[in-house]
């Protein structure tokens, strides 16, 4: 080999050289290029998984929110609902003073003279209503009181007691109240309980439920908003001994619910049992 293409030889060498150089650079460039799109690929896409999961999260947050809101509102509308005049708990656990008595505005039925609160007239009026329409004859006996009245039927009862059975006042009136509700405890003195007796048999006592009348009267009464408030086998509860004509307005929804579930007002309103019957006349 000559000098020249010794030469010749050696350039060819640095080109081929040189080529690679580039070809090795340009992979190394382009291989970076790949990797660098991949991860900005693979970061967008985590980002947009991020974003969406942060999304479907505030979405689960904001309907968390809502339902409890919701919630709320409907605990708020139950309490407020049991704080409605017409479900007023009276029992001689929750006794009212002359003071706190409500005072109400009352309506004179006709036929007797006898009062209730004039709220609960038109459903009162409906329910005799459909009682005469099933040939039925029930009749008011009791209804509103005023403190006054409450009073005398409470100390008559204690002074007759006095001279029937020779007990000193203190014991006659623990006697008297388990017949007579002591002043304040009453429903009669808010004007939504009203004593109904069969037209043919008036007696205060059991053999009113023989009556069709009374029969009547357990079966229909809650559509117009009345229960039976003292029932057989719920003494302990109300406080009250069983008496099947005591009727207590309450609301059509409240009256419903209480006969379908077989309550008594205390436990509808979630209220202490009352304990040791007594009388509610
Ligand atoms: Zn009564």
């Known amino acids: 080999m000559n000098q020249r293409s010794r030469r010749r030889h050696r350039r060819n060498i640095r080109r081929v050289r040189q080529r690679n150089r580039r070809l090795l650079l340009m992979a190394v460039l382009m291989c970076f290029i790949a990797w660098a799109g991949i991860t900005n690929i693979k970061k967008q896409k985590e980002a947009e998984e991020s974003k969406a999961a942060y999304a479907e999260q505030q979405k689960k947050e904001e309907a968390e929110k809502e339902s409890e809101k919701e919630e709320s509102k409907l605990v708020l509308a139950e309490e407020s609902e049991k704080d409605k005049w017409y479900l007023k708990l009276v029992n001689a656990k929750n006794p009212m003073t002359e003071a706190d008595v409500p005072e109400v ?36 006996c009791s209804a509103f009181r005023s403190w006054d009245t409450q009073v005398s039927l409470y100390q008559n009862k204690i002074s007759r007691v006095m001279s029937e059975d020779g007990l000193n006042e203190e014991d006659a009136a623990i006697k008297a109240a388990t017949v007579v509700a002591k002043p304040g405890t ?38 117009y908003g009345f229960i039976l408030r003292y029932p057989l086998d719920k003494s302990d509860i109300t406080g009250v001994i069983f008496e099947p004509w005591h009727y207590r307005y309450v609301g059509k929804k409240a009256a419903k619910e209480i006969t379908e579930q077989n309550l008594t007002l205390e436990e509808y309103l979630g209220a202490e049992p009352v304990g040791d019957p007594t009388g509610d006349l």
């Open 186 to 223: 009453s429903e009669h003195q808010v004007g939504l309980a009203l004593d109904i007796v069969s037209s043919e048999y008036t007696n205060l006592d059991e053999g009113q439920m023989e009556t069709e009348d009374q029969k009547w009267l357990i079966e229909n009464s809650w559509k």
């Open 105 to 140: 505005e009352t309506e004179t039925l006709d036929s007797e003279g006898y009062q209730v609160d004039a709220r609960i007239m038109d459903d009162l009026e409906d329910m005799f209503a459909a009682a005469r329409e099933a040939g039925r004859s029930p009749m008011i």
